[in-house]
């Protein structure tokens, strides 16, 4: 049982972490960043609140997983974890994609 709640939290947690990035997104009114350390000038990006807007909704999808992980974990440990591994490896190339799409949208 104390397996569970753990997995439960942590998935919550990344969950809660990933979907606290898109509320923040959306609240800023500088651009948002997308990698540690990398800035996003305002001059170079065309409209900046439609710009976080997309970047909002590219990070609560991605938080999406992480929260029907910890969902799973209540009946199948084993399928959050794979759902979970999923979700952090094969998770990345379509955040990243979608990332590059939205800067090409929005860069001047």
């Known amino acids: 049982m104390a397996g569970k709640v ?3 939290v942590c998935c919550w947690i ?3 972490l990933f979907l606290g990035f898109g509320v923040y997104s959306s609240y ?3 651009p948002m960043w997308f990698w540690s350390g990398s800035k996003v000038s305002p001059e170079s990006i065309s409209d900046v609140p439609a710009y976080n807007r997309a970047q909002s909704a590219m990070w609560k999808v991605y938080s999406l997983p ?3 992980a910890g969902a799973v974990a209540f009946s ?5 974890g794979i ?6 490896v094969l998770g990345i190339p379509p955040l990243l994609i979608a990332h590059k799409r939205i800067e090409k949208r929005y860069r001047k």
């Open 83 to 88: 759902l979970l591994a999923a979700a952090c």
């Open 76 to 80: 199948s440990p084993a399928g959050a």
């Open 66 to 68: 992480y929260w029907v």
């Open 6 to 8: 753990i997995m439960i």
């Open 14 to 16: 990344c969950g809660g």
């Open 28 to 30: 800023r009114k500088e």
